[in-house]
Antibody, heavy 122, light 109 residues
Framework: QITLKESGPTLVKPTQTLTLTCTFS??????????VGWIRQPPGKALEWLAL???????RYSPSLKSRLTITKDTSKNQVVLTVTNLDPVDTATYYC??????????????WGQGTLVTVSS | QSALTQPASVSGSPGQSITFSCTGT?????????VSWYQQHPGKAPKLMIY???NRPSGVSNRFSGSKSGYTASLTISGLQAEDEADYYC?????????FGGGTKLTVL
């Protein structure tokens, strides 16, 4: 059974850096094909894909946010960490981590965490 | 990469069939058969309903089906039920990663 859970601050100030942790179980990022991604959703708005990391440490980033994002993994702790720099109030959103189905590199997100709401405000 | 285009809202009566559209470009929906659909109830995480255009995950009702033609993917719900009322998002792989649609709010009348 695959589960994921996001953790991190609920309130951050503009210009600060946000660090979010996704702790998962039911699979390992040491296993070929596995990957974890981050998706966010501003209040009342649509989903937006941010970043993804594969088992082989290959990383993908949203082109529009690439300069501000870093994704890393700690396979010993079953965790994936996303950092977002230079925060702005428009970054206020619920941040989800999700497991990418392992069959092919390009396919869907089959399990999602519950999400964590991050508010950017001074 | 631009978001995929979905109608903002759709409504239907119980028992009806309803189809959502999701329009992309030659770089996403038109290029890959990696289109997926997610259902999201208020305050909840998205739930995968369809993957790779037309495949249903285990546990998802066979009332949900997906298809694609050219740059447009579609999700059809047959035998509409009150519990289907939710937001629905399409997603496609692109050469730059993944892109989501703006979402469609389904109202069951």
């Amino acid at each position: 059974q695959i589960t994921l859970k996001e953790s991190g601050p609920t309130l951050v100030k503009p210009t600060q850096t946000l660090t979010l942790t996704c702790t998962f179980s039911g699979f390992s990022l040491r296993t070929s094909g596995e990957a974890v991604g981050w998706i966010r959703q501003p209040p009342g708005k649509a989903l937006e894909w941010l970043a993804l990391i594969y088992w082989d440490d290959d990383k993908r980033y949203s082109p529009s946010l690439k300069s501000r994002l870093t994704i890393t993994k700690d396979t010993s702790k079953n965790q994936v960490v996303l950092t977002v720099t230079n925060l702005d109030p428009v970054d206020t959103a619920t941040y989800y981590c999700a497991h990418k189905a392992p069959e092919v590199r390009e396919t869907h997100f089959d399990y999602w965490g519950q999400g964590t709401l991050v508010t950017v405000s001074s | 990469q631009s978001a995929l285009t979905q109608p903002a809202s759709v409504s239907g009566s119980p028992g009806q069939s309803i189809t959502f559209s999701c329009t992309g470009t030659s770089s996403d929906v038109g290029a890959y058969n990696y289109v997926s659909w997610y259902q999201q109830h208020p305050g909840k995480a998205p739930k995968l309903m369809i993957y790779e255009v037309s495949n249903r995950p285990s546990g998802v009702s066979n009332r949900f089906s997906g298809s694609k033609s050219g740059y447009t993917a579609s999700l059809t719900i047959s035998g509409l039920q009150a519990e289907d009322e939710a937001d629905y998002y399409c997603s496609s792989y692109t050469s730059s990663g993944w892109v989501f649609g703006g979402g469609t709010k389904l109202t069951v009348l």
